[in-house]
């Protein structure tokens, strides 16, 4: 069950930056050997690195390589393709994990940095409920490993329809003419920086910011968001028209964002031809198709796997620093 602790203690509310990554380090890695959760390593310069059409890469260029490499987003590539390798050695592995470096070419702000940690993870035989149920465990123990051990309150799962339909901004998640629909009925004006292929996202999210975020912000426990819309499913599985997605939130700032992982190919392929679409319009570059990938996703049936933000989860339970103090290296 979710549970999270909410008020710090005193003792290690002023530890430094190093500290607290080392700690919350030292306490995951020993989490996931409970969890009898393999850790690994991936590459962090890759010939494909992301999938979602709004995520950027940074690229990277030498005289020996044949062409740009890309600093990985996530180890999610990697780490799918070492655990296919390692379910067809061991079919019973439980699963595996890494506390990985991530980069992407976004402004730095105060809940974000160039440059940050995802501890990410991916295991077998998995529903995804177990699988936040997991994820709540992993933030609660880091929460009180860093101080904020006096206070644990039940955490909270919310249907997306749900809780759109009980904000007052109710549509189809089924048909992405809704959702657009939905927003301009609020706001006859759509954004300037929409186009045709990605107009179902933007309204999605910017709704989401004006409906769903206030709720969340107001929570003071976990709270896991299921049931999102297939044009969000990114490499989610999709069924009935739903992403077997979920993302977590602590007092409106996302943690944690995983899913049961699409299996069939082909779909896949679909998806990621359809938000590289999304870029040529956007004029940036397209994502390059990971084919090793796509060729061994039928491999990948019954896995689930999330990543957590590590530097979100320490700034959210110490009021000294931001995500970006915590994703510093100098």
Request: charged share 25%.
């Amino acid at each position: 069950m979710f549970c999270t602790a909410s008020r710090q203690s005193s003792a290690i509310s002023y530890m430094q930056p190093a500290q607290l990554r080392n700690r919350a380090i030292r306490t995951a890695r020993e989490f996931f050997a409970h969890e009898q959760i393999l850790e690994v390593r991936t590459p962090r310069a890759v010939v494909s690195a992301a999938l979602e059409p709004y995520i950027d890469t940074l690229s990277i260029a030498g005289r020996e390589l044949q062409e740009p490499l890309q600093l990985a987003t996530s180890p999610e590539f990697s780490l799918k393709k070492i655990f296919r390798a390692e379910l067809q050695e061991n079919p019973t592995a439980r699963g595996i994990y890494e506390i990985a470096p991530v980069f992407r070419d976004d402004a730095a702000s105060k809940n974000h940095s160039p440059e940050f940690t995802l501890v990410e993870w991916y295991t077998r035989e998995t529903t995804l409920d177990t699988l936040l149920d997991t994820t709540a465990r992993l933030i609660t123990t880091l929460a009180t490993a860093t101080g904020f051990a006096d206070a644990v309150h039940p955490s909270k799962k919310f249907d997306l329809p749900t809780l759109f339909r009980d904000a007052g901004c109710a549509f189809d998640f089924a048909d992405e003419r809704s959702v657009v629909a939905a927003y301009q009925s609020r706001h006859p004006t759509l954004p300037t920086h929409l186009n045709t292929m990605d107009a179902a996202i933007i309204c999605f999210n910017l709704l989401f910011d004006e409906f769903v975020l206030p709720i969340l912000r107001a929570e003071t426990s976990l709270v896991a968001l299921v049931g999102y819309p297939t044009y969000l499913a990114a490499l989610a599985y999709e069924s009935e028209h739903c992403a077997e997605r979920a993302e977590i939130y602590y007092r409106g700032l996302e943690l944690a964002n995983g899913y049961r992982e699409e299996y069939r190919a082909e779909i896949a392929r679909a998806r990621w031809l359809r938000y590289n679409a999304i870029r040529a319009l956007r004029g940036v570059p397209e994502h390059k198709l990971d084919e090793e990938l796509l060729a061994h996703l039928a491999d990948l049936q019954g896995v689930c796997g999330i990543a957590v933000g590590l530097e979100r989860v320490l700034a959210c339970f110490n009021e000294h620093y931001s995500t970006r103090d915590l994703a510093r290296i100098d």
